[in-house]
């Protein structure tokens, strides 16, 4: 019985290409659509994801004055490496402090030159913005102690100035100071907020005072916060430790500013969910509108298919062989339209992801559940209309218009 | 002579209350194997409900159906698509064939629910085809035949299980007078040579004239049974 079935099914579905051609783009209709714009949204965000956890965790920067907009009358106050060492000896909670002092220059390498910036600051910056060696060596003690003229350089100024050949060991001009490469950082690539660290020329903090500013000034303090410590607590301490130590008395205004990226990256990562929430919303209901679309070329077909049902049951079909039938069609055509639709959306995203750069995923989760949803719709509305046509007696089939 | 079918006090009645509407007042009525019957009478008389009973497409409300013996009236849906399966072949007033669908294929449908193989279906219809005379149009969809071919081809489809017994509602009622002799002629030929007893409904007192028995329906009874002459092939 199933043999004769499935044969009657598979002939009826060649023999009415239009209908199952119908059919089956409701489903990949469905499929695809779904299936391409989770993955798509999944993909935007771990993109986002990624460009957050580049940021470096729980980093808090310290600045002078208030943002970056309000200049206003007088110029505050800097820091100095006093400051840095009162938070590092005096807050707890905190893994490394990094103190920088930076200036524009031109990065000359024979007849190449860079307009980039130069940074005074300790080994500990690295550590503190997450940024790794790609080739040689940190700064040693004693070229920090005694200023040495060397420089760790970012991958934007190490591409511009010697393309493929090998930097380390050369020697980079900064307005009248030659300076050794020690090290190259690895590429960080697009992300992350705040100065480009692949453009930018890093030396020992006392030789870009010495040599660079003329000055003790320390601009900006990077602090890395302990994983296990909340770094709004940690805020709040190193704000009252400035406070007194600039003699801010209470109702003044701080005049510095503390940057806490794990707001930031918490910010985004509640954006981010919101979006994939959105996203998931869209898709759930781009599947009921396709579902609908597969049920209602399903019902049109099968109330078009009700004489059908008459002759057949008129010439000696038993009700099971014709629903068994409708049964065998609903699910080809929906297993063919889910199969398509998987491929279609495959396509769909790499072709989109590659195009906008995003990094490419694909959600197999999703996938299933899309193509096991359309071939329930498609089952179901088959099914259940062909049994009320099979249970009619077979004259009033017959004689359905 | 063996007693194919028996009808006895069958009544049917279609919805209920003061709707109620009796078709079939108590008929009683049989059909002798190898008969050729004709059931006249006019519109609402009762005859096609009394044909589709006959052809357990449909069950009547109270009497008794006997059909080879088998008491019909209590089998259940797929009792009765068997029996239709293997005994029964219908012809309809609107051919009712399916779309799309060749008239070989059309015809090799009874035998494919039948479990028949493929070697097996191909050579039971095309001998059907043959008997009505079509072998050369099996190929065709029914949209590319004439009404008299279409309803050929229903016959084959009909023939193509050996059945005992033929039942025929109106089959030459879409036909034009000349493409219903043919008909006629192929129903007579099948009876007498074939040994297939054949009931067909008609309004027509020419179609009629081919039968051998003829029944008169009245108001959802049999007014009267008149046995006549077997007709010489004439064609004036």
Known sequence: ?401 | MTRLIEVRGLTKVFGTGPNAFKALCGVDFDVNAGDFVAVMGASGSGKSTMMNILGCLDVPTEGVYRFMGHAVERFTQDQRALLRRRYIGFVFQGFNLLARTSALENVELPLLYRGESRAARRKGAMAALERVGLTDWADHTPSELSGGQQQRVAIARALVTEPQVLLADEPTGNLDSERSIEIMELLTGLNRDGGISIVMVTHEPDMAAYARTIVRFKDGLVLAVEQREARVNVRN
């Open chain 1, 1 to 401: 019985m199933f043999g004769t079935s499935l044969l009657l099914a598979l002939k009826e579905i060649r023999r009415h290409k239009m209908r199952s051609f119908l059919t089956t783009l409701g489903i990949i209709i469905g499929v695809a659509s779904v299936v391409t714009m989770v993955s798509l949204g999944n993909g935007a965000t771990q993109s986002v994801q990624e460009q957050v956890s580049s940021l470096g965790s729980n980093m808090l920067m310290v600045r002078p004055g208030q943002g970056y907009g309000r200049g206003g009358g007088s110029r505050p106050t800097l820091f100095d490496l006093d400051d840095v060492d009162a938070i590092r000896t005096q807050i707890a909670g905190i893994r490394v402090v990094a103190p920088q002092t930076s200036t524009s220059a031109t990065a000359i390498f024979e007849a190449q030159n860079w307009s980039t910036t130069v940074s005074g600051t300790t080994n500990e910056y690295f550590q503190a913005s997450n940024l790794e060696l790609a080739d040689g060596r940190l700064f040693s003690e004693a070229e920090l102690t005694a200023g040495k003229s060397v420089c760790i350089i970012g991958d934007t100024v190490r591409t511009n100035l010697f393309r493929n050949t090998n930097a380390l060991g050369k020697s980079l001009r900064l307005r009248d100071i030659s300076c050794k490469i020690i090290g190259v950082l690895t590429k960080r690539g697009q992300g992350g907020f705040g100065p480009d660290a692949d453009d930018q020329v890093v030396m020992p903090l006392k030789t870009a005072m010495r040599r660079l500013t003329g000055n003790q000034d320390v601009q900006s303090i990077q602090v890395a916060v302990d994983q296990q410590f909340d770094s709004g607590a940690i805020v709040n301490e190193i704000s009252a430790l400035l406070r007194e130590r600039r003699h801010l008395r209470d109702g003044m205004e701080d005049d510095f500013s503390i940057f806490d990226s794990k707001q930031l990256s918490d910010t985004l990562s509640g954006t981010t969910r919101t979006l994939t929430m959105f996203l998931g919303a869209v898709a759930a209901v781009s599947l009921v509108v396709g579902g609908i679309g597969i049920m209602n070329i399903m019902l049109v077909s099968v109330t078009e298919r009700t004489r059908e049902i008459g002759i057949r049951l008129a010439i000696g079909a038993v009700r099971r062989e014709v629903l068994m039938q409708f049964l065998i069609e609903a699910i080809t055509l929906s297993s063919i339209g889910g199969l398509i639709g998987l491929v279609v959306s495959f396509v769909a995203t790499t072709a989109i992801a590659f195009g906008v750069g995003l990094p490419f995923t694909f959600d197999f989760g999703v996938a299933a559940l899309a193509f096991f949803f359309s071939a329930l719709i498609g089952i179901l509305f088959g099914y259940f209309p062909a049994k009320r046509a099979a249970s009619l007696n077979p004259i009033e089939a017959l004689r359905h218009e």
